[in-house]
């Protein structure tokens, strides 16, 4: 009897637990590092290589900005915001920009056209497809150097082909460098040459990726192929079409080469004669490299990197308030749709 008393007693008593927990080894505790570190050491390059070569020279460049400085003689005095206020209240800063403005919109709406029509014949399923990808891809892997010579050949005031092709449907020759508006046309077919290729392939890409079996029922359904092409295609690539947007705002805002290299015989390539189509980086290419005033030519930097900020948030809020509108449009639809269902059942 007492022997089973305390064999009952020895069953019912908890286990004795230690406070120690048991020490992993080591193995175990550098895998559970590997797999918390490994993912940002991976993507560490990226932000190394962004921080030497990307945020590094824009704070630098906010630095040299609020100093007087010159290319040669190095950092002088500190004047805050005096050259911003220089800047601003130059009339050769206010006319490149509304050059870049104009050279951009002259640009970028043809372009982005152009890209769209270009992508969609492409995407029509044409014969030898690789060989007309590769055609309208040629003009891109031409250098901006290459194509501003040929050009400014091809709009030479005195023999260039521009102009002799006017005079057989008889129309005098055009001053295409001397006036504003006609060197603007000029230097945004230089842009739209370049460009439109690329940006073709671009929105090809994207038009590829739309499930064929939509245009199948909408061609049941009766819709044409531009009902197709403005009901189905655009608003399922759209994503890709502003990303193009945004991309060639970037670079429309930033052009250089073209108009450095369009007219070299007059000023030393700064724009024309008359600074007639000078963009904004050009101005700043004077600033820095003519006038040896980095001061000011960092304050030109910083403002047109404000400007595309502007015009990157404008884009943003137009196609969000298009996207917000289609969705709507779809939900709407969607209840109508529930609601016929509805009515038929009963």
Do not use: C
């Not at 020490?23 to 918390?36: E, G, L």
């Not at 891809?137 to 501003?148: G, H, K, N």
């Not at 073209?258 to 904004?280: M, N, W, Y």
């Amino acid at each position: 009897m007492t022997l089973t008393h305390e064999r009952t007693e020895t069953a019912s008593a908890p286990p004795q637990t230690t406070d120690a927990a048991p020490k992993r080894p080591w193995r175990h505790r550098v895998s559970r590092f590997d797999q918390r570190a490994s993912p940002y050491l991976y993507i560490s390059p990226f932000f190394l290589l962004f921080g030497l070569v990307g945020l590094f020279p824009l704070l630098y460049t906010i630095w040299v900005a609020v100093h007087d400085w010159n290319l040669l003689k190095g950092q002088g005095d500190f004047v805050g915001v005096g050259n911003f206020a220089e800047i601003l209240g130059d009339g050769m800063f206010w006319n490149s920009i509304f050059n870049t403005l104009s050279i951009f919109l002259l640009s970028a709406i043809p372009q982005l056209t152009v890209a769209l029509f270009i992508a969609y014949l492409l995407d029509r399923g044409l014969r030898t497809p690789t060989f007309w990808r590769m055609s309208v891809l040629i003009p891109f892997v031409v250098t901006p150097v290459a194509v501003a010579l040929i050009f400014s050949s091809i709009f030479n005031e005195a023999d260039g082909l521009a102009n002799n092709l006017l005079n057989l449907i008889g129309i005098a020759d055009q001053q295409w460098k001397e006036d504003t508006a006609l060197s603007h046309i000029a230097i945004a077919v230089m842009v739209n040459f370049r460009w439109t290729g690329y940006n073709a392939l671009i929105l090809l890409a994207a038009m590829q990726s739309v499930p064929r079996d939509l245009y199948e029922s909408a061609a049941i359904d009766g819709a044409g192929s531009a009902r197709r092409f403005f009901s189905i295609t655009i608003p399922t690539i759209r994503p890709t079409l502003i990303f193009v947007i945004i991309t060639s705002t970037i670079g429309g805002l930033q052009i250089f080469a073209e108009p450095k290299l369009f007219d070299v015989s007059t000023a030393g390539g700064i724009g024309g004669s008359d600074r007639q189509f000078q963009t904004t980086v050009l101005f700043l290419w004077e600033l820095a490299f003519f006038r040896l005033d980095l001061g000011k030519a960092s304050a030109v930097a910083i403002l047109l990197f404000l400007l595309i900020v502007v015009f990157g948030l404008i884009n943003f809020v137009i196609s969000r308030r298009i996207s917000t509108g289609d969705d709507r449009r779809n939900r709407a639809a969607r209840r109508r749709t529930r609601s016929t269902s509805k009515e038929e059942a009963r």
